[in-house]
Structures are given as C-alpha cells and as structure tokens.
C-alpha cells in the first residue's frame, strides 16, 4: 500500500464514528408506558370527547403542542379500534379567537357525539356528523362538527351555544341522549353564584343540539362531570344512574330527564394519587353493552421523557348491590388479554414466613398483569415487592390482615376480606401500578419512577402462613411499534 492510500485510511478511520449501542425505538423510552396511551410528545391531561363511530373509538385529550408544561390547551386526537392500540392524528381543535393569549379561548374539555338524526344540518352523503362540545375558555360553551368520521373539524357558526358567564366559571360539557324524554342532556360544570359553595353540576336540555335550557343544579362537584345509567348487575329489573365527579368519586341515584336524586351519599371509586378527568365513552354499540371509563393519570411524574402525562387503562364499569348497598365496580376491559405474552401460574400452593422461597422468583419484567386470589390463613399480612432487585427493594403492596387494609405509594384503603380471602388484580406499567380488588370492589391507581434496572417481583407473607389459591402472572407486550 503506497503513502497516499496509507493515509487516506488512516483520515477515514479517524473521522468515522465508532459504532453505536442501538438506541431505543420511539415509544421505548425508559419512563413511556407501554400498553398506556401517551401522546408522542409535550403535556396532556384530561380525556375529551369519547366516541364511538363505525368501528373507531376515538379520543381526544387536552394537549398543550408548544411544550412539555400546562397551558395552550387545544384537542389532541387519537383512534384505536380495540382500545389498546392507538393512532395518533392531526390535533383536532384548535383555540378559538385571541389565539396567542394563552389565557383566553383555548380549546377545554369536552364530550363528543353522533348527529345520527342530522339536527345540526351538516351532514354530507351518507356519513354521520360527529359533534364535539367543547369549552372556550373564558368564551363559553361551543360546538364543532365533522363530516368526514373525525379526521377533519369545523366550528359552528352559531358558537357559542352557552354564553361565557364571568362569575360561574362554567366548563366540561358532557353531552348524551336521555331515551325517556327524548331530548338531549348536558351536565356541566359550574357555580350558580360568586359562593363557592355553590359548586357543581348543572343539568341542560336539548331538542337540537344548539339551545340550551338549564333545568337543575347539584352542589359539591367540581369539574369533568358525567352522568351514566347502569343496569344493576345482580337485579335485572333494576337501573341505577351514577353522576361522576371530576376525581372518578360519584353519587349513585335517579334522573328523570330534568334533575337528579342521589340516593347515597359521595363514594369514592378509586383510591389511588393519580386518577382524574373520568369520562365514559359515548355510542358504544348495543351488541357490546358496556360502559367503558379512561381518566387521565394526574400528577405522574416522567424525567427526561418527551412527552408529560399518561391516561389509565381502559375499564369496564357496572353496579351491583352488596349487603352493604349499591357500589360501582371497575375492572380492566377484557381486551387486555390480547396483550399477554408469556404466562406464569401457581395453583394450591402455600407461602411460609422466613423460609426464603420466594413464589415468584421465575417472573421477570416492567410490564406485567397480575391476577391471584389468597386465602390469608394464619397470616398477619401479605404482598408483593414489584419492580425489585438485589440492589433496590422496589414497590411494596401490603395486605395487613389484622387492619383490614392495602396499602401501596403511600396510599392506603379499607379492604375487608371475603370469607378469609382477598382477590387481587394488577396491572404494572413501567410507570404506574393500578389495583383492583376483590373483583374491582376496591380500586388504587398510582403513578410510580420505578430504578429501571430493577425487573423482579417478590410475594412475601409475615406473621403466618397465606394460601395461594390461584395465581396467574402474564408478561404484557407493547401496544406500540409493533409492525
């Protein structure tokens, strides 16, 4: 080889980068749920405009496009067609006039449905009209539609369709149809004066979707309200409606198209640090029959991630009557099975305080789903350390028998067991824990920044002996990037 070639590759390996550990695949970052909707990128909160429409269930969500803080609130969009897997769009709603004053007519939280009767007289061919009820900040109550199945979004000209009170601080219209009156219903956020007692719900009728006419108001509620009927699952002649607050606790009750009873007093529906913003889908078909919730997971935390904000896994909810009353009952849509991956499970086996032999020390990962029922025998308490190594002791979810209680992040609830056992379904994400137990009676959802080189789950009992009575570990793949 003469000089020139010699030295000509001596300047080429100097320049050329030596190779690289392969980076991460978008939506694979370290602290981005996997099988939890986030946006790409920037800050979201609240769900809006939940709707079903031919095989689309769509959702939008406050979305700030400029950054990873709070503020410039427009519509951001996303569709899935099984709840788990989801496409991002074109951010729908944009803020109305005054744009640039961050503080002024940005796009707030909403409800969406189908103008299947065309009364806002804007359907094009064949294609139903979806409209979107919005707030406009300090700019009322308004409307926007679209004729091509949610991909493009036009503002009503006859906006707003609630005038902007400055006193009453009105926001979230959730919008549906009431069969019995045949009329539309709004519930809203808002006060009735300047007393704050005076905090609530107000209730709204429609024949057509752009007058509005006030019927009633509930106090003590404060925003993302929803109004849901349920047909109680263990008394088929029986119907309950379920008003919902903007944390996800609700007031059980009637509605007869103009106001609402309670009959029981506010109950809370989860437990945890992280659940906000509930809203329920709209126009799920009758052939499917559920009641499906999503609430946006307030107060996570994400370092050093893109984007800033998670939603909770999709439940399925209903009521039931106990002994001890009517009580909401949330538990994860039956899809979820479709994620599972590699299964572990124990059946008839027993736990022994100090003996080192840990039940599942076989399981290994960040994302998994939990489901085991425990008979708690001679045990003083029981749980699991998830997210745990050699080094890090992880995330503790403790039973204590004695108290009655489960306690996890810093949360704790009464959970009085059934006939000496406790069920217990978790869904560990790489940055949240949500539980539901006994059958979805009792539920916590938390966010967590768990070490992320900590992958191992540990099942400990202390004081005495607990029972498995059936245990089922499923590894849960990712609902991104999977061509």
Request: charged fraction near 25%; proline fraction near 5%.
């Amino acid at each position: 080889m003469n000089f020139l070639s010699t030295s000509l590759l001596a300047i080429l390996l100097a320049v050329t980068p030596s190779p690289k550990k392969s980076e991460k695949k978008p939506f694979d970052e370290i602290y981005r749920p996997q099988f939890h909707f986030t946006p790409e990128k920037n800050w979201h909160n609240d769900p809006n405009g939940l709707v079903y429409f031919e095989e689309e269930y769509h959702m939008f969500y406050q979305y700030n496009p400029k950054g990873n803080e709070w503020g410039y609130m427009h519509w951001g969009h996303t569709i899935s067609n099984d709840l788990l897997h989801w496409k991002h769009h074109d951010i729908a709603l944009y803020p109305d006039e005054n744009s640039e004053d961050k503080e002024r007519c940005t796009a707030y939280s909403g409800s969406a449905i189908v103008d299947k009767n065309n009364l806002l007289k804007k359907q094009t061919g064949n294609t139903k009209t979806l409209i979107a009820f919005y707030t406009s900040q300090h700019c009322g109550q308004r409307i926007a539609y679209s004729t091509d199945k949610g991909r493009n979004w036009v503002k009503f000209e006859g906006n707003p369709v609630i005038p902007f009170d400055e006193t009453d601080e009105a926001r979230d219209p959730k919008v549906f149809w009431h069969e019995a009156s045949q009329k539309w219903i709004m519930v809203l956020y808002r006060k009735l004066t300047e007393n704050d007692n005076t905090k609530g719900v107000s209730i709204y009728t429609s024949d057509n979707l752009v007058d509005w006419n006030w019927e009633s108001h509930i106090p003590g509620f404060y925003e993302c309200p929803d109004l849901v009927e349920f047909q109680v699952t263990n008394r088929p002649d029986e119907k309950k409606w379920v008003l919902f607050d903007g944390d996800g606790s609700y007031l059980m009750g009637n509605f007869d198209g103009k106001s609402f009873t309670p009959d029981s007093g506010k109950l809370k529906s989860d437990w945890g640090k992280n659940y906000y913003a509930t809203q329920t889908w709209s126009n799920i078909p009758n052939n499917d029959g559920r009641t499906v919730q999503i609430a946006w997971m307030r107060g996570g935390t994400f370092p050093d991630m893109p984007f800033n904000g998670q939603m909770s896994f999709p439940c399925e909810l209903s009521v039931t009557k106990f002994p001890t009353g009517y009580k909401l009952v949330r538990k994860p849509i039956e899809e979820i099975e479709q994620l599972h991956t590699k299964h572990f499970s124990l059946e008839n086996k027993n736990v022994i305080p100090g003996l080192n032999d840990n039940k599942l020390k076989k399981v290994s990962g960040d994302c998994l789903h939990i489901i085991a029922e425990f008979d708690l025998k001679t045990s003083d308490n029981f749980g699991f350390m998830l997210r745990h190594s050699s080094k890090n002791a992880g995330t503790e979810i403790l039973y204590n028998v004695k108290r009655g209680t489960l306690s996890v992040l810093g949360t704790t609830t009464p959970l009085p067991a059934v006939n000496n056992k406790i069920k217990l379904e978790i869904l560990l994400d790489r940055t949240s824990i949500e539980i539901f137990a006994n059958d979805g009676q009792t539920v916590i959802s938390n966010c967590f920044t768990p070490n992320e080189k900590a992958m191992n789950a540990v099942l400990f009992t202390n004081g005495g002996e607990l029972g498995i009575d059936k245990l089922d570990v499923y590894k849960i793949e990712s609902i991104w990037n999977q061509d």
